[in-house]
């Protein structure tokens, strides 16, 4: 009986409740209409239903935004909608209504000219609903607001937070970027504005939606003859390096670093063809005359081979390599014991890996690449 009586009470219970759900959802929708319509003054009435039906909830609060906005919006009555936004605010101060009705109220006053008045709104959602992702766009408008405000180094602050408390956000890239852009141009800090692009390159060259960012502060960079990777002025170029435009124009650290040797060794006189980084770390010219070999000795198994060596890798010039397969090697595959290879008589200078390399930065004399 007792078991009956329970399942009766839940049942009406239910009962009772899904209407209201109910009737929540098709009031909105029916005030929604009405604003597709232009019946303003019908959808507010419709909005003012869930108030009363609803006092102090989280519909009701979302009804007074609907409301804010269509005053602001559609009915050019500004006051209305700032003093409803500001009944949210007071009903309700710590709910996400009250953020979402601050946020409206800055932007109002961003649009307005009265950027003391939005920083005021933005910075308490930075402050106080940080939780929320609205706060990254509060803080976005925020630095705008003191850009436009000309508080300058407050706006590069506020974009510096920004990209540090967001640094996997789409929009940290812009930040930084807008960072530089303000050191440069207002507060003619150029070293600081370096470092801001400097430090975009670093984190986000291979974010997938930064590529206009990227390629904004290399373009900044470059023409100012500086490398995006922190390794200072580029080099002056030999009049008869091959390779004269765009030669700076390189996708990573790894390639400028590259380029660098090259142009380095064509001023001592070593005409290089091209260069590759090894696994450990070191640079291999490419140079006419000249490969790297990696050894590797036959340790067991028929035992006409053991002992003997055979090339596991094979870098450098490919016309100099191929050469020197045909002169000292049995059938291009094993170390020949017959002949040794002599520079004098064949003009190839053969390193054992990893012999031959060049520390680039030592070479180059430049800071290590911080990433």
Request: proline share 4%.
């Amino acid at each position: 009986m007792k078991y009956m009586k329970y399942c009766l009470l839940i049942i009406l219970v239910l009962i009772t409740i899904l209407p209201i759900g109910c009737l929540s959802g098709g009031v909105i929708h029916n005030a929604e209409k009405l604003v597709e319509a232009k019946d303003y003054s019908g959808a507010i009435e419709v909005y003012q239903s869930i108030i009363s039906t609803k006092p102090g909830t989280a519909n009701a609060r979302k009804a007074q935004l609907a409301i804010g906005k269509l005053y602001i919006e559609h009915m050019n009555q500004s006051d209305k909608g700032i003093d409803t936004y500001e009944a949210v605010i007071a009903e309700a101060p710590t709910s996400d209504e009250a953020a979402e009705a601050r946020y409206r109220l800055g932007s109002h006053s961003f649009h307005k000219q009265d950027y003391d008045t939005a920083q005021l709104h933005f910075e308490t959602i930075v402050n106080q609903f940080s939780h929320l992702k609205l706060s990254q766009n509060a803080q976005l408008m925020l630095a705008k607001s003191f850009e436009k405000a000309e508080k300058f180094e407050h706006a590069v602050e506020v974009y510096d937070n920004f990209a540090n408390r967001y640094p996997q956000s789409k929009r940290a890239p812009q930040a930084l970027k807008n960072k530089a852009q303000i050191q440069h141009k207002f507060l003619k800090d150029v070293d600081g504005a370096i470092q801001t692009l400097q430090l975009l390159i670093r984190k986000y060259s291979k974010s997938k939606g930064a590529e206009s960012d990227i390629k904004d502060a290399k373009k900044v960079l470059m023409e100012a003859n500086l490398s995006p990777f922190g390794f200072g002025a580029y080099p002056e170029v030999p009049a008869d390096y091959p390779i004269q435009e765009q030669i700076w124009d390189n996708a990573t650290p790894e390639h400028e670093l590259l380029v660098r040797v090259e142009v380095k060794l064509w001023k001592q006189g070593i005409k290089t063809k091209g260069a590759m980084f090894g696994e450990n770390g070191l640079v291999y010219p490419t140079i006419s005359g000249v490969i790297y070999v990696k050894w590797v000795t036959i340790e067991e198994g028929d035992t006409n081979l053991v002992g003997r060596r055979y090339p596991g890798r094979v870098m450098g010039d490919g016309e100099t390599a191929k050469k020197w397969f045909s002169l000292y090697l049995d059938k291009q595959r094993f170390e020949r014991t017959d002949i040794k290879n002599d520079p004098k008589v064949s003009g190839i200078t053969v390193y054992e890996l990893p012999d031959g390399g060049i520390d680039p930065y030592k070479f180059l004399d430049l800071p290590k690449y911080r990433k």
